[in-house]
Every structure is written in C-alpha cells, then in structure tokens.
C-alpha cells in the first residue's frame, strides 16, 4: 500500500512538472505583415525589383536590335547567344532572390528568437497554423526590428 501512494505521488510530481515545462505558452507570427512593415526587407524587395526591371530593359534593347538584324544566319546566332545570356541572367537572379529571402529569414529569426526567450515562450509559429489560442508577437517583432524595444 505504501508503495502505492508513493507511485500515485510520483505520477503527480511527474504530470505537474510536465504542465509546467509547457507554461510559456506558444506565440505566433504573421510573417507577411512583418515583412511589410521592416525597411530593410523592403529595401531588399526594391533592390530585386530593379535587377527584373533591369533583365526586362536587357530583353527590349536585344529584341529591338534582332528586328535590325538581316540576315536568318545571323538572326538565328544572335539569337543563340541572347538565350544563353538571358538564362544566366536569369539564373543570377533567382541566386540573388534565394539568398536576399534567406537573409531576410534569418535576421527576422534572430529576433523572433530572442523575443521567444524574453517572453518564455516555449515556441513561435507561423499565424497560419494557429487556429486559436496563443499570443501574438507580431507587432513586437516589427518594434524590434525598427529598433523600439
């Protein structure tokens, strides 16, 4: 019998520690709204956004020079080459576009992180996974970011 109370006392202890390893709570993120609302990933969005606009301006200046081309032989090897330098134009692009988003992912992590650890959050999420409950830190995140602690 005494071993019984000791094992029902010990399940106890065990489920209340487990509650209370869980009692930070879980906070989520509207990572959109973030990124609509911090300078330098709109600054980074302006930067991509030149180079397409600069990769289109290269396709209108090569389409206007191939209509003055003449000759089908020369057509076709002027062709050749702008499909090849527009791939590797292209290419550059999506490198500089998954590096600039990862950038931006990190730096927002960074702080999301130690937002987590101030507020004793056992986990930060995306808004999207959450269905109710939990706290929101986004306007927290964005203050950070802009510097407001």
Same mark, same amino acid.
């Given at each position: 019998m005494k071993n019984f109370k000791v094992l029902i006392l010990?399940? %106890? %202890?065990? =489920?209340?520690?487990?509650?209370?390893?869980?009692a930070g709570g879980l906070g989520y993120v509207d990572y959109e709204q973030v990124i609509e609302n911090c300078s330098f990933a709109l600054n980074?969005?302006?930067? %991509?956004d030149s180079k397409a %606009?600069?990769?289109?301006q290269y396709m209108f200046d090569k389409e206007k020079e191939y209509e003055a081309i003449q000759s089908p =032989?020369?057509?076709?090897n002027f062709q050749d080459k702008v499909t090849a330098e527009m791939k590797q134009?292209?290419?550059?692009?999506l490198r500089l576009q998954a590096k600039t988003e990862q950038e931006i992912f990190t730096k927002i992590r960074e702080f999301a992180k130690e937002i987590m650890v101030e507020q004793k959050l056992d986990a930060i999420i995306s808004d999207k996974a959450v269905f109710c409950g939990g706290v929101d830190i986004t306007q927290t995140l964005i203050n950070r970011l802009k510097g407001v602690k």
């Open positions: 010990t399940m %106890l %202890l065990t =489920v209340m520690c487990n509650g209370f390893a869980f980074a969005k302006k930067q %991509l %606009l600069a990769i289109k =032989v020369q057509k076709q134009k292209q290419n550059e692009f």
